[in-house]
């Protein structure tokens, strides 16, 4: 399993990276998109929305099935990832490079709240 | 516990996504879906399709049986390795299971049914043998596994892995079987709307014709690529686009009703008595926003229906679906299709999308 140590996940699958500017990226797992297998379509919560954590803000689709994607953490949309609505598939071959939207965070101590890669990596075996 | 094909080491060395398949453990992909769709589209891939069951009858009065017992007529068949897709029909018409019907000799045809309906099937096929009295035998071949080997080039990979079957199934027209030998037989049918051959044998030979076709090119492939596959060339898949709530005639499956004579084949009155529940069509998504998929409602402009099975067309680049739509929806109708939150535009079509690897709609 890929899991960049300096990334924080969520049960359902998000990874989360701070940025220099202070935002977060999100994306999904290399597991979560190795369960979906060959994406084909991304729908990333809109830009300006306010997302409660936890909230189901957009959905990824594969071939094989639709799967929700949820916030990590609360925040305001402030830019999403318009290459992945041409090459959903990016996300198959490169799962933390291929973030989805960024937030700017309500409480960037938030993020501490979320999985390590180790906690992630127990809780997405079970 | 799941059941297992006599591949499943050879699915699991080879990095295969395992799922459980009504009760099987099955291949889904080794790596890529649309790459496995696309190979079978352009040149070769091999499916494990070990879980489908044939279940041979025997019996001088066979013919006659079978004309009883299935919405098709095996009259039909009267070259030996002559195949034939038809209903296994109710009481009230609706559908069994469907099945491939091969004619071998006189006093021996060949069923191949569903995986998960096969027991139901055999315990069906039982009742009927008993009402009609013709004394057929029948007989679950759990000895034997199948592979399909589909795609432009999937006759020379398998000849050129197995060059001794070729002068026997050369010649073999689409849905023609030949017997190589004691207990293989090899036919010229399929679900992927490709050239290509299904190939049964001894679940002991099994490996060897799956590692021969694999070294001779033909990629393997999962039950991913065999569904998005088969629901580019139209076809319908047991259990989600018909069951029993559905008649042949709602399922897109008349032209396998053979009602040309008065032959009372079981579930006939009740399907000639009832009427038709709807149309089964095609739709195209024309609007970006997500994937069709089975249980999505359709609004058309006789009322609402329902999709049955949907996907990604990895051929057309665009998402596809089978659906039950109100009687009198035309091909060219606009409809709406409700995703989600969002009512997308799709247009309807007459399957199938994709044959021989080109586009149709």
């Known amino acids: 399993m890929i899991l960049p140590p300096e990334l924080k996940y969520t049960a359902s699958h998000e990874w989360a990276r701070l940025e220099a500017d202070g935002t977060v990226s999100v994306g999904i797992t290399d597991h979560a998109q190795a369960q979906l297998g060959d994406i084909v379509f991304v729908e990333p919560p809109k830009v300006g929305r306010q997302l409660a954590a936890g909230e189901s803000v957009g959905v990824v689709e594969s071939v094989k099935a639709a799967s929700d994607i949820y916030a990590p953490i609360a925040g305001e949309v402030v830019a999403t990832n318009d290459d992945l609505g041409a090459s959903p598939e990016r996300i198959n071959a490169d799962a933390y490079g291929a973030w989805m939207y960024r937030l700017k965070p309500a409480d960037p101590a938030d993020l501490e709240k979320l999985l390590d890669s180790a906690a992630y990596e127990k809780a997405s075996a079970e | ?361």
């Open chain 2, 1 to 361: 516990m799941l059941k297992t094909t006599p591949l499943n080491a050879i699915h699991r060395a080879a990095g295969a996504r395992m799922v459980d398949f009504g009760g099987w453990d099955m291949p889904v992909n080794y790596g890529s879906q649309i790459e496995e769709h696309h190979a079978v589209r352009r040149s070769a891939g091999v499916f494990d399709v070990s879980h489908m069951r044939s279940v041979d009858l025997e019996g001088k009065g066979v013919r006659d049986f079978l004309r009883f017992a299935l919405a098709n007529d095996v009259a039909k068949l009267q070259v030996p390795g002559k195949a034939l897709y038809s209903c296994l029909l109710d009481e009230s018409a609706g559908v069994i299971d469907d099945l491939i019907a091969y004619f071998f000799r006189d006093d021996w045809f060949r069923l191949v049914v569903n995986a998960g309906t096969a027991d139901g099937d055999i315990d069906w096929l039982h009742r009927l043998n008993a009402l009609a009295g013709h004394g057929v035998a029948l007989r679950s071949r759990d000895d034997l596994a199948m592979i399909a080997v589909q795609g432009p080039q999937a006759r020379e990979a398998f000849w050129s892995a197995f060059p001794e079957t070729r002068s026997a199934t050369e010649a073999l027209v689409p849905f023609q079987a030949a017997r190589v030998g004691d207990d293989i037989v090899v036919a010229r049918t399929g679900y992927t709307g490709e050239d290509g051959f299904e190939v049964s044998c001894p679940a002991e030979e099994v490996a060897t014709l799956w590692n021969g076709v694999v070294a001779a090119g033909a990629r393997p492939c999962g039950l991913g690529a065999r569904d998005t596959l088969r629901l580019e060339a139209g076809m319908n898949l047991y259990g989600q686009d018909m069951d029993t709530g559905a008649s042949p005639f709602d399922a897109g499956l008349a032209w396998t009703v053979d009602l040309t004579s008065a032959r009372g084949f079981f579930g006939r009155k009740a399907l000639e008595a009832r009427p038709r529940a709807c149309d089964f069509l095609g739709l195209v998504l024309e609007d970006k926003g997500g994937v069709l998929r089975a249980h999505q409602i359709v609004v058309a402009e006789r009322g609402e229906g329902e999709i049955t099975s949907g996907t990604f067309s990895p051929t057309l680049g665009v998402s596809i679906a089978l659906a039950r739509l109100p009687v009198g929806t035309a091909p060219g109708e606009k409809v709406r299709v409700q995703v989600r939150d969002k009512e997308l535009a799709a247009r309807v079509v007459k399957p199938p999308f994709v044959r021989h690897g080109k586009p149709l709609i």
